[in-house]
């Protein structure tokens, strides 16, 4: 009987924590995680580039595009790049135009300038409609400086004032491209 | 050859023999007759008594004297069975204290993964159900559910509470769907300093049965996280915890 009697106390006791843990508790953890991975997005700021000349005449026709980029790379071995592009050439004809120009020398080139993150282009580029070429590169662990906002690109572009181009109003579609690893 | 003698009892009981045999032949006056083993040895052990020859009646004797505690016993125990198949009235006060309660039963187990959905730096988001019951005293009882950050963002150079590498960064929540109480206003800020509204629970709501509680048998609501997306988090992985709380009073 003694027995019995210490085995129903034994389970009564045993038994006793599973009833309060039915009863809830009045305060839990939970972990949250996140996990960064390289990322760029880039906004242009001027939805267009107007290239005006000034000054005497045939000056080049010159102009800017400025953008906001936000970059984070890998911080071993990552990298990245804000490219640009012709997509479209200028059209209608009998104008500028980057894939056949009327004269030899005749380009559409820009020049870089950054405010944050990242290395600005060097020198003067050309734009092509064939490649991409550079305005900015970032190494590993590159990060976007100026947030929320953005860091900033400036291309400066200049295009040959040809007088061979007929009056009238051209335009080309550039298309810039960022991208991190 | 047996040796015997005859002594008689009362009328309708055994008449004994002296004996000196193995084996003898007990007459009653009735005319009922048995066989005895008995030794060489006279029976008889006082006046009238029949001692080697009522041996068997003492047995019954014996028999009904340790029988009887038995069914006194028997009687007892049968008693309210009897008693219960009478009619019986009675009163039995019951008296329950319910006192105001608040349980979280459930927080998810693996963490709440906050993810990127879309174009690039969009804010990183994640929810938390939480399964709770909840009992506010009559009139003038009240009751939250709560929620605080208790240990910060680790490893470091990546997403902080208490100190974001970029001013307005922020872990940030909204409640939805609370099936008991009140779910948070707006967007809410964790704060590893304080801790912020979930739920909020007026006097007089409780968890289960119907009638003035909630239906359901636990409940729940869903916690919304949204942290933002700094290009300056270095890449790794990241974890804080939280601690949530329910009150009830």
């Not at chain 1, 290239?51 to 071995?77: D, E, K, M, V």
């Not at chain 1, 662990?141 to 109003?169: E, I, Q, R």
């Not at chain 2, 409780?206 to 996280?225: D, H, K, L, M, R």
Request: aromatic residues 6%.
């Amino acid at each position: 009987m003694k027995k019995i009697l210490t085995l129903v106390g034994v389970a009564l006791l045993l038994t006793a924590p599973l009833a309060h843990a039915q009863l809830g508790s009045s305060s839990g953890t939970t972990t949250v995680t996140v996990a960064p991975v390289a990322e760029a997005a880039l906004n242009i700021t001027n939805g267009s580039t107007p290239l005006t000349s000034a000054g005497t005449n045939f000056t080049n026709y010159t102009g800017s595009t400025s953008l906001t980029y936000y970059i984070r790379t890998t911080l071993s071995g990552g990298s990245g790049s804000i490219t640009l592009k012709v997509t479209t050439d200028f059209s209608p004809a009998n104008g500028p135009s980057v894939t056949t120009p009327p004269s030899t020398g005749d380009k559409l080139a820009y020049t870089c300038t950054l405010s944050g993150a990242g290395t600005a282009c060097s020198g003067s580029q050309t734009a092509s409609t064939s490649s991409s070429t550079s305005v900015a590169t970032f190494g590993a662990d590159a990060h976007t400086v100026t947030f929320p906002g953005g860091d900033t690109a400036t291309t400066a572009w200049t295009l040959t004032n040809d007088p061979k181009y007929k009056t009238g109003s051209y335009s080309a579609v550039v298309t810039f491209t960022i991208s991190a690893s | 050859m047996a040796q015997f003698e005859m002594t008689r009892s009362k009328p309708g009981t055994f008449v004994a023999l002296r004996v000196r045999a193995k084996r003898i032949l007990i007459v009653s006056e009735q005319g009922r007759y048995q066989f005895g083993s008995l030794d060489m040895r006279t029976f008889l052990s006082g006046p009238r008594s029949l001692s080697g020859v009522m041996s068997p009646l003492e047995r019954v004797g014996r028999l009904i004297a340790r029988l009887a505690p038995l069914v006194v016993w028997g009687a007892l125990l049968l008693a309210p069975i009897r008693l219960r198949a009478a009619t019986l009235t009675t009163t039995q006060t019951l008296k329950a204290v319910i006192s105001p309660l608040g349980g979280l039963f459930s927080l998810p187990l693996s963490p709440v993964t906050l993810a990127k959905t879309g174009t690039a730096f969009n804010n990183y988001t994640g929810s938390l159900a939480i399964n709770y019951r909840e009992r506010t005293t009559q009139s003038t009882g009240g009751g939250t559910i709560t929620v605080q950050a208790t240990a910060d963002f680790t490893p470091a150079n990546g997403p902080s509470i208490a100190s974001p590498p970029s001013t307005g960064d922020k872990l940030t929540y909204t409640c939805s769907g609370a099936t008991l109480g009140t779910n948070c206003s707006g967007t809410q800020t964790v704060s590893t300093t304080a801790a912020t509204n979930v739920v909020t629970f007026s006097a007089s709501e409780c968890t289960g049965g119907g009638g003035s509680c909630s239906t359901a048998s636990t409940n729940s609501v869903t916690v919304n996280f949204t942290l933002t997306n700094d290009p300056k988090y270095k890449t790794g992985s990241y974890s804080a915890t939280l601690t949530v709380t329910i009150s009830a009073s």
